[in-house]
């Protein structure tokens, strides 16, 4: 298994409490860009990758010419038989020009960045997308790309924002129907909105709760979907497959024996343009660090950990684990079933907490 | 020269009342120390001392003056640690000399410590001249605090020099002082060697230095010695004066003060008081020695890391060197792994070592409560002492125990009086006098044990009176108390390291205020955490912590893998100061909360 991952950094406006890399000035360098995402994937050795994944950014911001020259010479460096196929993209920019690149990659899912549905919080977040741009673009995007599965993102417990704002949220969302639903808790990526009182506990029971009802499957601690439509490339960021990420600020992940190492991009457009295929950072893990970053992150994915494939690949190591294990099983934060390590619905609302605990009797 | 232009003296006085800064003025005075180099208190030279503003070893600086009589004369200063942990310093120091400033702060008056180091010195049989400094302060009521000297100490103040270091003003007159009020040393050049180990301490570059007093005869480099009580005989390598800076000279003679080097490797072979003689011609009657000191406050040190170990080991190893009066011995914890239990002559000496070796040696350090030695006779007559409540065996086998008691003197204005005694009756105190050294003053004299003084005494007696009130103690035995362990269990885990020996009467509220405040300095986990706190098997209080219910985790894709290993490699660093105990995490605050418990209401 493996993923490719192409970072489109662009964006119109950056939203407050984003903390990804994108520029809002740089839509010149556009084609520069592409030519040296291209550039960068001819340095790396997989020809060949199983998944891939156009995010951002905002992909359905660029010039729709750009990118289908960029994504014709991508498919043809890389093929285009992807077991799955994302592109990302945000109401605004979804137009029919756009969705028509989508058709003809045969993109076989569209990510869209809703977040909120209410007018008010759309603004307070700053999103330059009204409410009404999602129900119409959703509804062209059903009608020209039919044979593409619809993820829609969300994210709730927003400071400031009440319960039932967020909850109306989710009813228009499952209203809309998409296969894939991502609901994320507000995070502080950035210093955004770090001091308004939250005026409610976290709604991640609620949430679940709901889009359990609507006949979504949770499975992952901010992942939703209709039965097989679970995104295969993000399951390769838990389980840490390798992955390789093009395109500034763009990390990718090699797997060896004994560790593993990550290296990233530079999160500078013009920087990165000038010299591709360099690293700006290496993150090397190995030994029992390499095993608790598969545990921790592994626990994200509520199908759990697979202990008899650690065992193999680590042996004892795995002991060093045991008894802080034990003892949030008997806390009821995780379970076995069989040889997999499960995360409760009590953990899963202390997933932080768990990886802290766990991580910390590392050597 | 012979020594009657010699003058040997010590400045003695209250904390804060200007000790350091009338010899710094001295020492301008007579330039011993050129202008440029001048910084203030220039006689406290390590950094935690200037940083404190108190002395802790003594230190010696020769001055030269030239007198209104027209005579030069040397002027030996031998300063004085000015703090109740180091009386024992103070003792030493004023042993090698012939007279002493008292100096007093002419706005507070007589303090404690005026009072505790003044009777040393008249049992020393010392000169003893009154300085009264910070005259310039509008406050400052010269009459008043001449009268309390003479009321309370017993000499004649009505000469007293009238001075204000920071001003500079009477330096010239506390000179003109020493020399006509101080007498000149005796001695004989032409008797055997006879001289007395003032104090001692290890220089990078010197190796061990040894301060003396010489009393009869002479000190040559390549003298043969002999130190009387070890007997052991060594050849002196070189002898000087400080200037402050260590000067070498030719010989020190009868009279004078000075060091001596002589290839010594250990600080711990050097007896203080120890009186250092020719071994072919000793002398007949060698200087009585001091009683060795014997810590009096003990705490458990840990380090955070537990590879640290031996780093600690190597530091404690290294201030010994430097201060002997320290002990350390290993010991291990259940809860705290591998350290040491540390002996101090006091909390204040405690907290200096402490300081230091994080400091100086870059090490990070749990410590437990400070503990004093208890005496614990058994049944079958076996009597143990310890210093670790750990070590307290089980009850039944306990016939009864002491512990160590101290004669402490408060001086306080009358205002405060009844606060104080309140604080001190709930410190089990026991009243031995009152009485009032001026309409609005009073001194206090109580018996107390040293463990209620250990715990928190100072700053609550700082606060019930404003700071008015001035302590002192000397130790004054042990005493049969009713004591038992108090334990705090977290999720019914013993943490020994918590243990605590108390009062029997305090044990339920004591127990009820240690849960609460292990409560307030134990932050939420993910699990609940039971606190509990018990004699034997007895629980006297108990509280939990409750777990935090939610944190909900944030996105994670491509990008955000190594964040969140860094962030929770900075989460774990975080809780470098943590101790793990039964899957609870315990923060260093958690292990002193026992020295803030309150007096029980
Ligand atoms: S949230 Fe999306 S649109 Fe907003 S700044 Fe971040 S990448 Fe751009």
């Known amino acids: 298994m493996s993923g490719l991952y192409v970072h489109v950094p662009f964006c119109k406006n950056k939203c407050g409490y984003c903390g990804f890399y994108s520029a809002t000035d ?44 960029f994504l014709d010479r991508l498919f043809s460096a890389v093929g285009s038989d992807f077991t799955e196929s994302t592109i990302e993209a945000n109401p605004e920019s979804l137009t029919a020009d756009f969705l028509s690149v989508v058709k003809d990659f045969g993109f076989s899912r569209l990510s869209v960045g809703c977040q909120s549905t209410d007018e008010s919080v759309l603004k307070l977040l700053g999103r330059i997308h009204g409410r009404n741009d999602i129900f119409r673009t959703a509804e062209s995007a059903r009608r020209l790309c039919p044979d593409t599965a619809l993820n829609l993102d969300m994210i709730f417990d927003i400071p400031s924002v009440e319960n039932s704002v967020q909850m109306k949220t989710l009813e228009d969302i499952v209203s809309i129907s998409p296969e894939h639903v991502s609901a994320y808790s507000y995070s502080f990526d950035t210093e955004y909105l770090k001091n308004a009182e939250p005026c409610c506990e976290s709604a991640f029971i609620e949430v679940k709760r709901s889009l359990e009802a609507a006949g979504y499957l949770k499975y992952e601690i901010s992942n939703f979907a209709r039965k097989g439509y679970e995104s295969r490339h993000n399951i390769g960021y838990w389980m840490l497959n390798d992955y390789d990420g093009l395109g500034s600020a763009a990390w990718s992940l090699e797997n060896y024996d004994g560790g593993r190492v990550l290296r990233g991009k530079v999160s500078d457009v013009a920087a990165y343009i000038t010299d591709p295929t360099a690293y700006a950072e290496t993150d090397r893990t190995e030994g029992v660090h390499a095993l608790a970053q598969e545990l921790v992150f592994g626990l994200r994915m509520l199908d759990g950990v697979d202990f008899s494939s650690l065992k193999y690949r680590y042996g004892d190591m795995l002991n060093i684990f045991n008894e802080r294990i034990e003892k949030l099983v008997s806390e009821g934060m995780l379970t076995w079933q069989m040889e997999k390590l499960k995360i409760t619905e009590k953990g899963e609302l202390l997933l932080d907490s768990v990886q802290e605990f766990l991580w910390d009797c590392l050597p | 020269m012979g020594n009657e232009n010699i003058r040997n003296f010590s400045i003695i006085a209250h904390i804060d009342h200007g000790k350091s800064t009338i010899a710094d003025r001295l020492i301008e005075f007579t330039a011993a120390v050129d202008k440029r180099q001048m910084r203030d208190q220039i006689l406290d030279s390590m950094d935690i001392e200037r940083e404190r503003g108190i002395t802790v070893k003594a230190q010696t600086i020769r001055l030269n003056y030239k007198a209104d009589d027209g005579n030069s004369y040397v002027l030996n200063l031998i300063d004085t640690p000015g703090h109740v942990d ?112 003032v104090d001692s301490w290890y220089d990078s570059y010197l190796g061990v230095v040894v301060l003396l007093r010489v009393i009869d005869g002479e000190l040559k480099a390549g003298d043969k010695i002999q130190f009387m009580s070890s007997k052991a005989e060594r050849i002196v390598d070189a002898v000087g004066y400080f200037t402050p800076k260590p000067a070498k000279s030719d010989v020190i003679r009868a009279g004078e003060v000075g060091f001596m080097t002589a290839s010594i490797k250990d600080i711990r072979e050097i007896d203080i008081g120890d009186t250092v003689t020719n071994p072919r011609k000793p002398t007949e009657i060698p200087f009585p020695g001091f009683k060795k000191v014997k810590p009096v406050v003990f705490c458990g040190m840990y380090p955070v890391e537990s590879g640290d170990y031996e780093d600690l080991r190597d530091a404690l190893e290294k201030l010994s060197l430097n201060d002997s009066s320290i002990t350390y011995e290993a010991e291990s914890s259940a809860a705290l792994g591998f350290g040491f239990r540390i002996g101090f002559l006091g909390l204040l000496h405690m ?5 230091r070796l994080e400091r100086e040696f870059d090490l990070d350090l749990v410590s437990t409560a400070p503990t004093v030695v208890y005496r614990i006779t058994k049944r079958n007559g076996e009597v143990i002492e310890i210093d670790n409540p750990a070590g307290m065996p089980d009850p039944t086998e306990i016939d009864f125990i002491e512990e160590p008691v101290i004669a402490a003197t408060v001086i306080l204005p009358e205002e405060y009086i009844g606060g104080v005694i309140q604080l001190l009756i709930s410190r089990r105190g026991t009243q031995r006098n009152i009485k009032f050294i001026s309409k609005t003053r009073a001194i206090l004299e109580y018996t107390l044990p040293l463990a209620e003084v250990v715990m928190d005494f100072y700053d609550k007696l700082k606060s019930v009176s404003r700071g008015y009130a001035s302590f002192d103690y000397e130790m004054d035995g042990y005493a049969r108390g009713e004591l038992v362990k108090l334990d705090i269990l977290l999720n019914k885990d013993k943490v020994d390291a918590l ?98 418990l309150g007096d029980g209401k």
Request: proline letters at 3%.
């Open chain 2, 86 to 197: 180091f009386t024992y310093e103070v003792s030493r120091s004023l042993a090698a000399c012939e007279g002493a400033l008292l100096v007093v702060d002419a706005a507070q008056g007589v303090e404690a410590q005026t009072i505790a180091n003044a009777y040393m010195a008249v049992d020393q049989e010392l000169d003893l001249i009154p300085v009264l400094n910070k005259i310039d302060l509008p406050s400052a009521d010269p009459d008043k605090v001449k009268a309390e000297i003479e009321d309370i100490i017993g000499i004649d103040a009505a000469d007293a020099v009238l001075a204000s270091a920071k001003e500079n003003i009477g330096t010239k007159e506390i000179l003109e002082a020493i020399v006509k009020k101080i007498p000149a040393p005796v001695g004989d050049v032409a008797k055997p060697l006879k001289a007395m180990i």
């Open chain 2, 351 to 355: 907290e200096i070592i402490q300081e």
């Open chain 1, 26 to 69: 740089a839509y010149d360098l556009t084609e520069r860009y592409f030519d040296a995402v291209l550039k960068d994937l001819s340095a790396r050795k997989r020809k060949k990758y199983e998944t891939l994944y156009i995010g951002g950014g905002t992909p359905s911001s660029v010039s729709p010419v750009l990118l289908s020259v």
């Open chain 2, 499 to 596: 243990s605590i020996i108390v009062h029997k009467d305090q044990a339920f509220y004591k127990g009820r205020d240690l849960a609460d405040k292990l409560k307030d300095v134990i932050h939420r986990q993910m699990f609940d955490i039971a606190i509990q706190a018990a004699v034997g098997n007895k629980i006297l209080a108990r509280t939990t912590v409750k777990a935090f219910r939610k944190n909900v985790t944030a996105k994670c894709y491509g990008g955000d893998i190594t964040r969140k290993r860094k962030l929770l490699e900075k989460q774990k660093a975080g809780k470098k100061r943590m101790k793990n105990v039964g899957n609870v995490e315990i923060p260093q605050e958690a292990f002193l909360a026992v020295l803030k």
